[in-house]
């Protein structure tokens, strides 16, 4: 079993930053995808930052690239989301999910999720 727990969600101004982490624990080493999902109230969940564990690769929806940065720190099985320029439609739940084997794409099967973690931006 693999355990995920995001931390550094918040209340932030439009325009400030937040940093979220997603410390995974258990059996991580069967992961090579790790994401991250937002989902606002009345809104469908819309994945908004994933890597692939063993390239690297990351890639973004156009809603929140060049503000939103993925990256992980391997050796604390941790993986970081970095939010920039924050707007108030960037409000929502945040979740982190993680998957193994396979292509990483948002489209997949995470088999495993966080309890997520609150983000309010402020106009």
């Known amino acids: 079993q693999v355990q995920l727990v995001e931390s550094g969600g918040g209340s932030v101004q439009a325009g400030g930053s937040l940093r979220l982490s997603c410390a995974a624990s258990g059996y991580t080493y069967r992961l090579n995808c790790m994401a991250w999902f937002r989902q606002a109230p009345g809104k469908q969940r819309e994945g908004v930052a994933r890597?692939?564990?063993?390239?690297?690769?990351?890639n973004y929806p156009d809603s929140v690239k060049g503000r939103f940065t993925i990256s992980q720190d391997n050796a604390k099985n941790t993986v970081y989301r970095q939010m920039n320029s924050l707007k108030p439609e960037d409000t929502a739940m945040y979740y982190c999910?993680?998957?193994?084997?396979?292509?990483?794409?948002?489209?997949?099967?995470?088999?495993?999720w966080g309890q997520g973690t609150q983000v309010t931006v402020s106009s």
């Open positions: 890597i692939n564990s063993d390239s690297g690769n990351t």
């Open positions: 999910a993680a998957a193994g084997g396979g292509v990483c794409y948002f489209g997949r099967v995470f088999d495993y």
